[in-house]
Each structure stands twice: as structure tokens, then as C-alpha cells.
């Protein structure tokens, strides 16, 4: 949740850590902190108007809910005429 456990985490030496809810400037300076030694997924508020700055951060995987749960829908049918 903050950089505070982030840095925490490290000492662990995991593969992965989820930076949830990470302000932009936070995740940056993550990224900076774990110099490639781990994988970092950013999640989170994530949705179009931020995921290009998200992106931009350096992170390896973004993970957002806003794709599937926000998505307008766009209804098709098929009709077979015989």
C-alpha cells in the first residue's frame, strides 16, 4: 500500500510485489528502489484516463478491473433467414 511495506517486502526477496493504489511519483520511485531485482505489477484505481502514466512509471504489469467491470456493452444479434 505505500512505500513503507514496499521496502519492507524487498527484504523478503519475493518474485513479485503489487503495488496497489500506488501514486504515480510512488510507484517511479519503486521502480528505482527494486532496480530489476523484482517484478513489479501496478493495480489499483487504474483506468483510462491514468494507465498511460502508470505505464510510463516503469512497472512490468498493470492490472486493472476497468477494462471488464466498465466496458460498455454493445448488443448483436444474428438472424437466419430460411
Known amino acids: 500500500d505505500n512505500l513503507k511495506q514496499f521496502k519492507e517486502a524487498l527484504k523478503f526477496k519475493p518474485d513479485v510485489i503489487m503495488l496497489d ?6 510507484l517511479k520511485k519503486a521502480v528505482k528502489i527494486a532496480k530489476n531485482k523484482v517484478i513489479l505489477e501496478a493495480s ?6 491514468n494507465v498511460t502514466k502508470i505505464a510510463e512509471s516503469g512497472v512490468d504489469f498493470i492490472s486493472s478491473g476497468w ?3 466498465s ?12
Not at 466496458?71 to 430460411?82: H, R
Open 21 to 26: 493504489n500506488f501514486k504515480i511519483n510512488d
Open 44 to 49: 489499483g484505481k487504474i483506468d483510462y484516463s
Open 67 to 69: 477494462i471488464t467491470h
Open 71 to 82: 466496458s460498455k456493452s454493445l448488443d448483436i444479434g444474428l438472424d437466419l433467414i430460411k
